[in-house]
């Protein structure tokens, strides 16, 4: 019974970026480089985001994480990277989850920012100790 707002980018997952058309258009060279941007065969017409980097980034002694009873990785409360592992890592997405987060540096974040498209918003989930 409530109005929802139209935004360019509707919210699916962490694991799953959607962009209508606007955002496709002011996004793609943004984030072609760093992945995919694959058509969803849907009207309206939307695209998902697939990053193509894969980083074994996630320090799993040092964060804090949730496990499925096969041991399988469920959850993370409190995100540790190994700093020489994702210091040149624009957007990437960790191998130990069946379908992970993506996450963006500090730079993308900027820029996506800077264009403009509704719908999206970032969360902190680490800070580099050289930052």
Same mark, same amino acid.
């Given at each position: 019974?409530?109005?929802l707002l139209s935004v360019d980018m509707p919210w699916l997952g962490s694991h799953a970026l959607l962009l209508k058309?606007?955002?496709?258009?002011a996004l793609e060279s943004l984030l072609t480089p760093h992945g995919e941007l /694959?058509? !969803?065969p849907c009207s309206p017409k /939307?695209? !998902?985001f697939n990053?193509?980097?894969i980083l074994d980034a996630l320090d799993e002694s040092a964060s804090k994480l949730v496990r499925f009873s096969s041991g399988r990785l469920m959850w993370v409360d409190s995100y540790e990277f190994r700093e020489q592992v994702v210091a040149t890592a624009s957007v990437f997405k960790l191998p130990n989850f069946r379908a992970s987060p993506t996450f963006f540096s500090h730079e993308i974040v900027r820029q996506i920012k800077s264009l403009g498209v509704t719908g999206l918003d970032f969360t902190l989930v680490w800070k580099s100790r050289d930052v």
């Amino acid at each position: 019974g409530q109005d929802l707002l139209s935004v360019d980018m509707p919210w699916l997952g962490s694991h799953a970026l959607l962009l209508k058309q606007c955002a496709f258009e002011a996004l793609e060279s943004l984030l072609t480089p760093h992945g995919e941007l /694959l058509p !969803v065969p849907c009207s309206p017409k /939307l695209w !998902v985001f697939n990053p193509t980097c894969i980083l074994d980034a996630l320090d799993e002694s040092a964060s804090k994480l949730v496990r499925f009873s096969s041991g399988r990785l469920m959850w993370v409360d409190s995100y540790e990277f190994r700093e020489q592992v994702v210091a040149t890592a624009s957007v990437f997405k960790l191998p130990n989850f069946r379908a992970s987060p993506t996450f963006f540096s500090h730079e993308i974040v900027r820029q996506i920012k800077s264009l403009g498209v509704t719908g999206l918003d970032f969360t902190l989930v680490w800070k580099s100790r050289d930052v």
